[in-house]
C-alpha cells in the first residue's frame, strides 16, 4: 500500500473544467486518497453507487460503500497498483475495474463494467471474452492474406502488419510496430507512404512504393471513418510488383510470337479474306484495307473513290461490321443515282403526313431515321442534286432531320460513309457539287485502284469466283492455265463485277468441267492478240511468255518454287522444268 495520510486538495486544483471532463464520461470513475476516503466521483460513479453531493463533501471511506468492494481494491494494489480486470464485488453484483495512482496519496478506481450475477461469471466479462476472440478471428483472417496488410491509426502510427507483409518487404514486425510512418519515411524504409497520402487526401490512394531493398510493391491505402466522420485507421493492401511485373513480361512476349506467327502465316498464304468474300492480295488493295480498318474504329465521314465494280459498297460494309456501331445499328444502303429527284429526299429524311399528293397518312420514317445508331452509305453521292445538298450539309453538321412537311428537327445518331465513281473535286470546279459538302464529306479519302492496276488479285478472284459459282450451282468446274493467261491480260473495265458476272456465265453456260481459252467470251478472247502485227510473235510464244513471267513473279513474291506452287496450283517441278525449258528456247534465239 501506498503510505500516507493527507487529503490532497491540489489534484482537485482543475476545478469546475476538471469534473466536467470526468462527468462526460461513461465510465464509472472515484478517486481516493491513500487511505480509502472518497475525493471525487462523477455522475457515473453517483448513480452506480448511489451516492450524494453531501456524503462526498463529508468525505465518507471506501469501506461505506462496501467492505468487500474495499478489501478487494486494497488485495489487487498490494500486488500492482496500475492493474486492468480487476474483479471486485458489491451487493452480489460483479465489477472488472481499472486502478491507477494519480498521484503519491491519491488513487483513481474506474469501473469498466458491470451486470448483475452471483456465483456465475458476469455476462459483461463473458462479452469481453467474446471480443477477444473476436479480435483473433479478425487477426486471423489479415494474417491468412496473400497480400500485405499494413495498419496504422489516424496519426500514422503502425499497429499492425501480417506475416506476408514481412515475406513481401523484408521488413519485420518488430521494426515498425508502434512507429509513426513519417518517421520510417524519413529514415528510408520507404520511398513515400500511401498511409500519409491518405490521411492528407481523406481518400483511397494507389501507388507504387518503392522499399530500402529497391525491391516495388503496388499499395492501396484506404482511410477508415468514424461516426464524425475523422479516421480513426488507414488499411493498406500491398501486392508484389515483380510477379505482375513477370506476368507482363510474359505477355509481351507471347504477343510478340502471336504477331510473328502472324506475318509468317501472312507471307504463307495465297490469299487474304477481308470480311467474308473480299479477296486481298496486292500490296495496294492491303494498304487500302489496313487505311479501312483504322479508319473503321472512328466516326469519321469516309468518300469511297474509284471505278465502277471495284468494290466500293463492299468496303463501306467492312468499315460498319468493324465499328463499334456494329451492335447499335443498322447499315443502310441509298444509292442516290437510282431514286428520282423527287422522291429522294423523302426517302432519306421522312416525310409527315399530308406532306404531298399520295403520301401515307401515318407519315413515313426517312433512312437516316431507319440507320439511328448505325451507318448510312450513300451510294453514287454524286447524283445528288444541287437543291439537296444543302440539306445534307445541315445533317452533316448537326445530325438532326427534318422530315418533309414537317418543322420539328429529330436527333439521328448515324455515320455516314459515301461513295463515287466521278472526280467530285472536278465537279466542284464545274459547279456540279457543292464545295462545302465536297469538304465535309471528303474527312477521310479512299481511292481504290481498278482492277487492271492490280493483276495480282486477278488469280486468286477467279478461283474464288469459281468456288462460290460451283457450290451455288453444283458443280465442279475448273479453269485451265491458258484460260487463267487470258484473264490476266483483259482489262476489266467492269473492275470485280464484270469478272463475277462473266466467271457466273461460264459456270453456266460451259458444258464440260475445264473451262478453256474457246470458252471465254470474245471480247477477253480478242484482247490477247498482239496490237503490233509488225512485231507479232505465236500465240505459242506469246501465252509461254506470259506464263514464265507470272511464273517468275510468284517465286520472288514467296521467295522460292515450293512456296510459289501452292500459290501457282502447279507442282513445284514442273515450274522448274518449264523455267528451264524456257531459258533454253531464250539462249538458241
Known amino acids: 500500500m501506498y503510505k500516507g495520510d493527507m487529503r490532497t486538495e491540489e489534484f482537485l486544483n482543475g476545478g469546475d473544467a476538471y469534473e466536467k471532463v470526468l462527468d462526460s464520461l461513461p465510465l464509472a470513475v472515484v478517486i481516493f486518497d491513500i487511505n480509502g476516503y472518497l475525493l471525487l466521483a462523477n455522475n457515473a460513479a453517483k448513480s452506480l453507487f448511489m451516492l450524494d ?34 474483479p471486485i464485488q458489491l451487493k452480489h453484483t460483479s465489477f472488472l475495474c481499472r486502478s491507477m495512482p494519480a498521484k503519491q496519496s491519491l488513487l483513481v478506481i474506474g469501473v469498466e463494467s458491470l451486470c448483475p450475477g452471483q456465483a456465475d461469471e458476469p455476462d459483461t466479462i463473458q462479452l469481453l471474452h467474446k471480443d477477444k476472440e473476436l479480435r483473433k478471428q479478425v487477426e486471423a483472417i489479415i494474417e ?50 500511401a498511409t500519409l497520402k491518405v490521411l492528407e487526401t481523406g481518400k483511397r490512394v494507389t501507388l507504387r512504393q518503392k522499399l530500402r531493398s529497391g525491391k516495388e510493391i503496388l499499395v492501396t491505402g484506404n482511410p477508415m471513418f468514424n461516426d464524425q ?25 507471347s504477343l510478340q510470337i502471336a504477331m510473328a506467327y502472324k506475318e509468317k502465316l501472312k507471307t504463307m498464304q495465297d490469299s487474304t479474306l477481308f470480311g467474308k468474300d473480299f479477296v486481298v492480295v496486292s500490296k495496294t488493295m492491303h494498304e487500302v484495307c489496313d487505311l479501312v480498318e483504322r479508319v473503321s474504329k472512328t466516326d469519321a465521314t469516309v468518300l469511297f473513290c474509284g471505278e465502277t465494280g471495284v468494290g466500293k459498297d463492299r468496303l463501306a460494309e467492312e468499315v460498319h461490321k468493324m465499328s463499334p456501331r456494329y451492335n447499335k445499328g443498322v447499315f443502310v444502303k441509298i444509292n442516290c443515282g437510282a431514286i428520282p429527284d423527287a422522291l429522294l429526299e423523302s426517302e432519306l429524311f421522312g416525310y409527315e403526313s399530308g406532306a404531298f399528293t399520295g403520301a401515307k397518312k401515318e407519315g413515313k420514317i426517312g433512312l437516316f431515321e431507319l440507320a439511328d445508331g448505325g451507318t448510312v452509305f450513300l451510294d453514287e453521292v454524286e447524283c445528288l442534286p444541287l437543291s439537296l445538298q444543302p440539306k445534307l450539309l445541315r445533317v452533316l453538321q448537326d445530325f438532326r432531320i427534318v422530315r418533309v412537311g414537317g418543322t420539328v428537327p429529330k436527333k439521328v ?50 478461283t474464288f469466283f469459281i468456288n462460290h459459282f460451283n457450290q451455288k450451282y453444283k458443280k465442279k468446274k475448273f479453269i485451265t492455265n491458258e484460260t487463267m493467261n487470258l484473264l490476266l491480260s483483259y482489262a476489266w473495265p467492269g473492275n470485280v463485277r464484270e469478272m463475277a458476272n462473266v466467271i457466273e456465265r461460264l459456270s453456266v453456260v460451259t458444258e464440260k468441267m475445264q473451262i478453256d481459252p474457246e470458252d471465254l467470251p470474245h471480247e477477253i478472247r480478242g484482247s490477247d492478240l498482239p496490237l503490233d502485227l509488225e512485231n507479232a510473235i505465236s500465240l505459242k510464244q506469246y501465252l509461254a511468255d506470259k506464263e514464265v513471267s507470272l511464273i517468275r513473279s510468284a517465286i520472288k513474291k514467296f521467295g522460292s518454287a515450293r512456296k510459289a506452287s501452292v500459290f501457282l496450283g502447279m507442282d513445284h517441278s514442273t515450274i522448274a522444268r518449264k523455267l528451264q525449258r524456257y531459258d533454253r528456247v531464250s539462249s538458241r534465239a
Open 53 to 86: 453531493d453531501a456524503a462526498i463533501a463529508r468525505g465518507i471511506h471506501c469501506a461505506q460503500i462496501g467492505d468487500v468492494f474495499w478489501s478487494d481494491i486494497r488485495n489487487a494494489l498490494e500486488t500492482d497498483p496500475s492493474r486492468k480486470g480487476i
Open 144 to 193: 491468412s492474406s496473400y497480400d500485405g496488410i499494413y495498419v496504422t491509426d489516424g496519426q500514422a502510427n503502425t499497429i499492425m502488419v501480417n506475416s506476408a507483409y514481412e515475406i513481401m518487404t523484408g521488413i519485420k514486425r518488430d521494426e515498425v510496430v508502434g512507429r509513426n510512418m513519417r518517421d520510417l519515411v524519413r529514415e528510408g524504409f520507404f520511398n513515400e507512404s
Open 229 to 253: 466522420g475523422d479516421i480513426v485507421m488507414v488499411v493498406t493492401n500491398d501486392r508484389d510488383m515483380t510477379e505482375l511485373m513477370k506476368l507482363h513480361q510474359r505477355l509481351e512476349h
Open 413 to 462: 445518331d448515324v455515320r455516314v460513309v459515301c461513295a463515287s465513281n466521278m472526280d467530285l473535286k472536278e465537279m466542284v470546279i464545274k459547279n456540279q457539287f457543292r464545295a462545302d459538302l465536297y469538304y465535309r464529306l471528303n474527312v477521310v479519302s479512299v481511292s481504290i485502284p481498278p482492277l487492271r492496276e492490280r493483276k495480282e488479285d486477278i488469280p486468286h478472284l477467279v
